[in-house]
């Protein structure tokens, strides 16, 4: 017999609690709704006595990872009536797991576009904190990139508040895109 | 005719911003992750670049009391001290206050990251309870 509405969306809850998750959004993001969960996540934390320094350090990583989202995802609808609206699809995750605090993005990405991605992640991936810390004033002092809008110094960003070397991964679809994570603990 | 005094107030995701170049005093306070950087920051920096093409050796006074700020503006801050720097060296005395909690390693650091090739710029890290003093 078929799982009725209930069934299904409280086996999905579980599913989604099962993996210590605390907030998940998949859809269209903007800036709008990247203020507000940033603002639900840092009283959500405060509520539950996370130390200043952690919430500082989770708060930094979503702000960068939500942007690139918003910034680079290759499904995106941009609007321009005299103020930019830019809704790009992906997805965020925000969870706890053996004590730490994750953030899982999640977003797909021109073809095109994963081997220069896929080697500055490969790159700082093999660096240590001092190696991270070097590399992000490396790049506070230079011009940004044509056409990256900050995503080089954003990774770096993200990199450097992990508490272990970042995660992630590529799947490619039929298409001319591809779908991208980046999870971080902190 | 130069801008004497840029103000901004804050909002919830951008600072206060208050460049008094008339007095001397330039400070920017509270939070920094603006959803569009180049809209808040841009003439922002323009206004400090027109200012110190001006020759001068007025004291130039900066405080910066951000408790949090993105990538993104990292890079305009880093333009602003690129600025302030270039002025200190034709001889223009420029103090800048970094302040910052003391439980706040991130921000301490960040004030590391800034001020490592500052010459001619006074840079000092303060305490953020020292602000009124």
């Given amino acids: 017999m078929a799982a009725t509405l209930g069934q299904e969306y409280a086996a999905f809850k579980r599913e989604l609690d099962s993996k210590g998750i605390i907030f998940s959004f998949s859809g269209y993001l903007s800036e709008g709704i990247l203020f507000s969960l940033g603002e639900a996540l840092r009283e959500k934390m405060t509520l539950e006595d996370a130390d200043g320094p952690t919430v500082r350090r989770v708060f930094s990583v979503f702000v960068e990872q939500m942007q690139n989202i918003i910034r680079y995802s290759a499904e995106k609808i941009v609007a321009n009536d005299g103020r930019t609206i830019e809704l790009s699809a992906g997805m965020v995750t925000i969870g706890m797991e053996g004590g730490k605090f994750f953030i899982v993005c999640g977003n797909t990405v021109r073809n095109g576009d994963v081997p220069r991605l896929r080697e500055r992640l490969d790159f700082l991936k093999g660096l240590d904190k001092d190696g991270i810390k070097a590399h992000y004033r490396e790049q506070l002092r230079e011009a940004p990139d044509e056409g990256s809008r900050g995503a080089t110094i954003g990774l770096i960003e993200i990199a450097r508040r992990a508490s272990e070397p970042i995660e992630y991964d590529f799947a490619a679809t039929d298409t001319d895109k591809t779908f991208f994570c980046l999870k971080v603990r902190i | ?133």
């Fill in chain 2, 1 to 133: 005719m130069a801008t004497e005094r840029l103000t901004i107030p804050a909002t919830p995701r951008t600072p206060e911003i208050d460049f008094d170049f008339a007095s001397g005093r330039l400070a920017l306070r509270g939070e920094s992750y603006p959803d569009d950087v180049a809209t808040l920051f841009g003439p922002v920096v323009a206004a400090l670049r027109e200012h110190l093409a001006e020759p001068s050796d007025a004291p130039l006074h900066v405080a910066i009391e951000l408790v949090y700020f993105n990538s993104s503006s990292a890079k305009v801050l880093m333009t602003i001290f690129q600025l302030l720097e270039a002025a200190a060296r034709q001889g223009r005395p420029v103090t800048v206050d970094w302040y910052c909690d003391p439980d706040d390693e991130t921000m301490r650091e960040f004030g590391e990251d800034f001020s490592e090739d500052l010459e001619h710029v006074a840079f000092s890290l303060r305490e953020a309870a020292d602000r009124d003093s």
